[in-house]
């Protein structure tokens, strides 16, 4: 049996990108394991309260939605956007708190809230992977901002454990002895990284909607963070987003290194077969055209022409991941020469606070002395 989540409206706020203004309610739920946002309008509780009592067999909830209002518009009144942002997280509340368990158990309710179905639910847990892929479900990942401040820190926690996994998934890479295995560590490693990229632009887009002037939000009093918090988080953003384009930048030289080492090895191997082929007494003569037999798949349907083509398109390409691994390079050098600007700065400053610590001592043996002869 799975808990029951911690339901809340905390905001509602007006969304302009269509050509009429309309307001939406932003859902809080809390899970043991994930905190997300969901954003619903007026008209998606209507529906929702349909299909709970068809579900339900036709018994309707405890409570229903606030009715509509005909003559005021919530994009124009903001004390009835708040009245209905109460009387919605009312309804939410007490479908979820409810003894009758009905209602909660249909596919329409875990839809409206994007929760797993019950099947599901009991299977999370096989392993940390897993675990870790659903905590985002319907949260960060799916592009929406997080506009919760709590949900924003564990949107961030999350981050924070996505690019480690990419950053043990390179580490696992690196230490593989096969092509296949370099393979399925480079793939985990990008969807690592891609899942941080797309959870980064929302927390970036959260905290501008934190941010800014709460003239069109609703109930948002508690959600306001000082100056000094937004700068703080604003800083762990960017230093999640440069972690994250370090990570992807080591990733195209592992695989920028791999396939210059696949291309030497073919190399050295044609190499070593015709100097046996040199070597061998009394061979046949060389053939002045193509061997059948050594073809492969991407050379057999080509003549002589589509043949010179394909190997100069090789040759572009190895070009390329060599200038990607030499840029990769420079940023590494780059990254050393800052590291040894900041530790010349670090001696300098030890040096300053040794000779602060040698005038104070002096002075310290000058004030003793007096205290000695005064006593």
């Not at 939406?24 to 509780?45: A, V």
């Not at 003559?71 to 009144?77: G, V």
């Not at 004390?79 to 329409?108: K, M, V």
């Not at 230490?175 to 969807?191: F, L, N, P, R």
Request: with cysteine; proline share 5%.
């Amino acid at each position: 049996m799975t808990s029951r989540p911690e339901i809340s409206i905390p905001t509602a706020s007006t969304c302009t990108t269509s050509k009429k203004p309309y307001t939406i309610y932003n859902i809080t739920l809390r899970l043991p394991l994930r905190t997300f946002t969901l954003q619903k309008r007026y008209s998606d509780f209507i529906a929702l309260h349909s299909a709970l009592t068809s579900q339900a067999g036709g018994s309707p909830p405890p409570v229903s939605p606030p009715p509509k209002s005909y003559f005021t518009s919530t994009t124009s009144s903001p004390a009835l956007a708040e009245s209905r942002r109460q009387a919605l997280e009312s309804y939410l509340q007490t479908i979820n708190t409810d003894p009758d368990g009905r209602w909660r158990n249909t596919t329409a309710w875990r839809s409206f809230l994007n929760l797993p179905s019950s099947s599901t639910s009991s299977s999370n847990n096989n392993s940390r992977h897993t675990l870790l892929q659903s905590s985002v479900n319907g949260g960060a990942t799916s592009g929406q901002p997080v506009a919760d401040p709590v949900a924003w820190l564990d949107h961030h926690r999350h981050l924070k454990s996505t690019l480690h996994a990419a950053r043990l998934e390179l580490t696992k890479r690196d230490q593989a002895s096969t092509a296949q295995a370099q393979h399925e560590c480079s793939a985990q490693a990008k969807k690592c990284l891609v899942q941080a990229g797309t959870t980064i632009s929302s927390l970036e887009q959260g905290l501008k909607t934190l941010g800014t002037d709460s003239s069109s939000s609703w109930g948002s009093e508690k959600n306001k963070l000082g100056e000094g918090e937004m700068r703080r988080r604003r800083d762990l953003v960017a230093s999640a987003k440069k972690e994250k384009e370090g990570l992807e930048n080591l990733l195209n030289a592992m695989v920028a290194k791999s396939s210059l080492d696949a291309t030497i090895a073919q190399a050295s191997m044609a190499s070593k077969e015709k100097l046996l082929l040199d070597g061998s007494k009394k061979q046949a003569p060389p053939p002045t055209g193509r061997v059948l037999g050594k073809e492969t798949d991407r050379t057999r349907a080509l003549d002589n022409h589509g043949v010179l083509q394909l190997q100069q398109q090789l040759m572009r390409e190895q070009d390329e991941d060599v200038d990607v691994l030499a840029q990769a390079v420079r940023r590494q050098r780059q990254i050393a020469g800052e590291i040894q600007e900041e530790l010349v700065v670090q001696k300098d400053l030890l040096g300053m606070l040794d000779e602060d610590v040698d005038r104070v001592k002096g002075k310290v043996d000058v004030a003793r002395k007096r205290v000695a002869k005064i006593s």
